[in-house]
């Protein structure tokens, strides 16, 4: 019998269209990008029950599981359930009918470094944040890129994401425990941004060059750096690869709670279904905010949000980037 | 008069409480958040407000030596004219928690501070005058702890021993200066400390009189050439070593007047061995390595007839580059055994 697919149906599921007719791939969410062996072999088991025993790791740290016949979707889904249940609902997710399936096939699966589980630089657990995220956020049907990093030697690259979440610190000084070594001058001046100083055998720290790595931190033999108690982050917005315009994610907030960060990505959502190109399936979200200007996407996104102290906002904001179509800058060097 | 006693532990806090109203208490605590990576703890000395302040089950990350030896101390201000000499910020005594070898630790400084000739650093003796140890009784080790090879895993020399249990707290007095509180408080009982005596970790010690020339230059030390960072955490985190360097600061743009500090320097730092002029010795790592065992293990013993080393660990639970001195210290003495034969 021939196939008769809600093809848009079937994509909100997770399952896409692919190049070899009646065969799909569906895709598996690991949000953080950490999952335990057993969850593994279950991802293992389904490629080589319903697909070809290949699987694709994406860039996004998901599975792509290909060459499985459209007809077999159900068991798949079935198939799943433990997934879904281990990956999506334990983290807050909601998920109606628990063996259909995925309810959604946006946003992006939400991306993370290792963070602090493992990398002794990183500021934060980077996967419990992207779960947190994965809970509130999932499912929608917007085009919106987010990852995680633990410090802004940015690993996961959230410089190409439309919410680039950074880990930072803000570094604490104890004055009676610096021994003048000049171990973190050297290591925020040889691999930072030289925001510390020696005067007088002991250390001064230049707030507006600091970034919050916490390779002071690191570095000190006698603890005399300890980062501030609570997590802290910096934002950067709307970066992006793309046939058109890619660019670099621009720092947009700094030095903000977790809550205010959780909370801007919340607010965007309403923003985006607001403000999109309905001609379009799947506007993204960085060409709807260059649509509407920064100006009103930070109306809308920061709407009855409570920043915590120290927090700061970018006034305005260039994004380093560059048109596609620019023609004139290629000559022919062979014929 | 009887001289041990139990306590419950409401019994301990009101002796904690007691104590606390004339002394400052001091034990290793844990700080959390602060440790050198996010999310985990720091365990450092520092003043109890409360008993269940005081950190027993993991090791501290530093010692108590701040207590005698702090990490950056004003010896005296000067103005051109005259000087005089800091006073301390209070005279407070101090009651310490610790195990028994950081006290042997302490002794290893007081040797170093007040022993070494005839030569008494009033800075230093002015705050170890201020201490009373109070022993936390220690039967088992922790990683990397090699005590008992030190011989300095035991210890009499305490005002009090203590050991901590799931309902209470069993103490042995030794000093009469606190023999009332506890005789108040607590119930008479027979207690006396036991001490660890087997640490998973075991070091031979070299079993020469006097270190053959050749092993200055031994091929041993050259793994530590490129293995050492001197990132100088080996120094910070042990209880013994004392060396430190003087600095003197000027206020503001004054060419007269301002201070003379004391800071912590150390062995395996960059600096440690600049001299007037420039001259530096020591440059690779692997002599600094040397001069490290052979200071712990060796000369410090030829002066003072005990080892300086106490076996603590700390250096080896803090080096990044994961350098045991331990197995630094097997390895030399196997070294020397081969020459030998
Ligand atoms: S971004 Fe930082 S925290 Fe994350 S893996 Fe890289 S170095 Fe580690
Ligand atoms: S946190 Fe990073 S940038 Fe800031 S002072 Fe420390 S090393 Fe330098
Ligand atoms: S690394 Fe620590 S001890 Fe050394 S200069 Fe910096 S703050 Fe002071
Ligand atoms: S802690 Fe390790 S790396 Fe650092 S100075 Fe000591 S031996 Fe060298
Ligand atoms: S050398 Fe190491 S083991 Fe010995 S006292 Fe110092 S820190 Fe402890």
Redesign the interface.
Known sequence: MSLDLNRKKVTKNAYRITKRRNYTALRVRVPGGHLNAAQLSIIAGLAETFGDGTLHVTARQGFEIPNIPFERMSEVNAALKPLLAELQLRHGVQIDNIDAGYPGAGMRNISACVGNRICPFANADTTALAQRLEGMLYPNDLHVKIAVTGCPNDCVKVHLQDFGIVAICEPEYHYDDCIGCEACVKACERKVTGALTMQNGKVYRDERRCIGCGECVLSCPTAAWTRRPGRLYRVLIMGRTGKRNPRLAMPFLDRVSEDVVCQLIKNTLPYAERHRLKCIPKEHIGYIVDRTGLDVFKEEALTGIEFNPGARIAKTIQWPGYNTLNDANFKLISK | MNKSFKLSSEQFKTVFAGLSEHYCIVGPKR????G????TD?I?YAPLTSIDELELAEKS??SPKDLVF???ETLFYFNGQQFSEAALPDNLEIIVLLRPCDINGIDRLDRMFMKNADVIDPYYQRRRSRLHFFMIECRESFENCFCVSMNANRSDNYAAALRFGKDGVEAEVASDKFLETFAVNGSVFEFKPEFVSENQIKVELPKVETMPPEIFTDKLWEEYDSRCIS???C???CVTCSCFTT?D??YGDSRTCGER?R????CH?D?FCDMAGGHTFRKNKGERMRFKTFHKIYDYRKRFGVDMCVGCGRCDDVCPEYISFSNCINKLSARLKEGAE
Request: charged share 25%; glycine share 12%.
């Open positions: 700080f959390a958040g602060l050198r990576f996010s999310d720091l450092r990350c530093f702090p990490p950056d990132c100088g955490r120094n910070t985190s600095r600061l000027f500090r800071v912590w320097d150390g730092l600096g």
